[in-house]
């Protein structure tokens, strides 16, 4: 029997509205290069959800990681080289306000100091270094170093769309997930919060 030309444009038609306005979570190139849409207040990324730039590698030997494995950057420590191995996140939030910014990483250098940071920077804002002392763990105490004052990374946002940079710093240092969270957040939810979809 022939098929009827306008039934199958109608079927076709159909078929594309429907792969256009499901969201897809982060399962890895499904999403690449969506926009994170933010849930209750957060933001909560797989690193490998960025297309990766030259100097990151995709792991899996160090245990306790979450989705498909964490990312390592492989290249010299360079302590000046702001935007290297540029990592991309962009994500739409709906309420205004103050987001502070965690990264669960890993790194196991003897000295607590060193291959424990990275570069990190939001939107057009400036490159800044986040830094953990955490050693030979996956952990989320990750705090920014502004001429040498500690604090959590905080911006002030507002509703719309954000892209968070980040960028390589220290060798073998890790980074399996990533949260962007509104104050007053219960505290710690993002440990356990599940990965955010993308439109």
């Known amino acids: 029997m022939k098929e009827n030309p306008t039934n199958m444009k109608s079927y076709f038609l159909v078929l594309f509205f429907l792969a256009s306005t499901i969201s897809c979570s982060q399962s890895g190139s499904d999403c690449d290069q969506g926009i994170l849409i933010e849930d209750d207040g957060m933001v909560i990324v797989e690193t490998e959800f960025s297309t990766l730039s030259n100097g990151w590698k995709l792991q899996d030997e160090v245990q306790g990681y979450s989705g498909e494995g964490y990312l390592t950057w492989i290249l010299p420590t360079n302590t000046q080289a702001q935007g290297q191995g540029l990592l991309s996140y962009t994500?739409?939030?709906?309420?205004?306000?103050?987001?502070?910014?965690?990264?669960?990483?890993?790194?196991?250098?003897?000295?607590?100091?060193?291959?424990?940071?990275?570069?990190?920077?939001?939107?057009?804002?400036?490159?800044?270094?986040?830094?953990?002392?955490?050693?030979?763990e996956w952990d989320w105490n990750s705090r920014q170093d502004i001429d040498h004052v500690f604090s959590d990374a905080t911006y002030e946002l507002k509703a719309g769309i954000h892209t968070l940079y980040l960028s390589g710093r220290s060798q073998d240092f890790s980074i399996d997930k990533i949260a962007i969270f509104l104050d007053g957040t219960p505290k710690d939810a993002y440990t356990t919060a599940k990965a955010s979809t993308c439109m």
Not at 112 to 128: A, L, Q, R
């Open 91 to 136: 994500f739409k939030i709906s309420q205004s306000g103050k987001y502070t910014v965690k990264i669960r990483n890993y790194h196991d250098c003897e000295d607590f100091t060193e291959c424990n940071d990275i570069f990190v920077k939001m939107d057009d804002g400036s490159w800044v270094k986040n830094f953990n002392h955490t050693l030979g």
